[in-house]
């Protein structure tokens, strides 16, 4: 835990912006930056929850324990918020979050949050956009998902990530291929066997934990076709 100055952040989220700076200095008496480490936890499923997770900087997994397996619901980069909808349910975390990269969280306290969604129509707006974009992201996805074979979901999932997540063709994939099964419902034997496909296809390239992109055009019409 660090001190840190909320008005002069470079990692402002959108709705952040609207606030004035006595709104700020309220955030910064209210709030703490948390730094964590590749695989550190983040928050736990079924744990008392008081706080609003904004993700200043890294990638991380949201991910939930099913009846026999954990279940990846989605690969959040900064900045963006989580933990909302458990900050108007029950207070008890529906899900967990762990960093897959080094990463930095402030977490809000949540009275204030909603103090601020109350008073503060703008940041209510930008809040309110962004869970829409994420819910719809995500209905996409589990759609797809359901009528897609295992190589079309994977190249999906390829492309998502140097779209979305990386803003490149050549990344470092932050997923075993256990969490890479888990992320898009098959098993890592099923994984494996697609991305050698690919690999040896010369649509993809590996060194190490390196994925590069060779084919994109082929890439996209596997994901396509699916």
Known sequence: MENHNCINCSFKSSAAKTLSK?????????????????????????????????LRTGIVKIHKR??????????????SYFGIPTTFGNKINQYSATALEDSSVCFIDSNLFQNFIFKNGEFAYKLIVELCENELNDYERYANQSQKQVPGIV?????????????????NFPLTQSELADLVGTS???????????????????????????????????????
């Open 188 to 226: 890592r034997e099923s994984i494996s066997r697609v991305l050698s496909d690919f690999s040896s296809n010369k649509i993809i390239e590996f060194n190490g934990k390196e994925i590069h992109i060779l084919k994109r055009d082929i890439l996209e019409q596997i994901s396509e076709k699916g």
């Open 66 to 79: 099913g009846p026999s397996r954990e279940k990846i619901l989605r690969i959040s980069k900064s900045p």
């Open 155 to 171: 190249a999906e999932t390829l492309i998502c990530m140097a779209d979305k997540i990386f803003n490149t063709d050549r990344f």
């Open 22 to 54: 006595e709104e700020f200095k309220v955030i910064e008496n209210n709030s703490a930056l948390v730094f964590f480490k590749k695989g550190d936890i983040i928050f736990k499923q079924g744990a008392l929850s008081t706080n609003v997770a904004y």
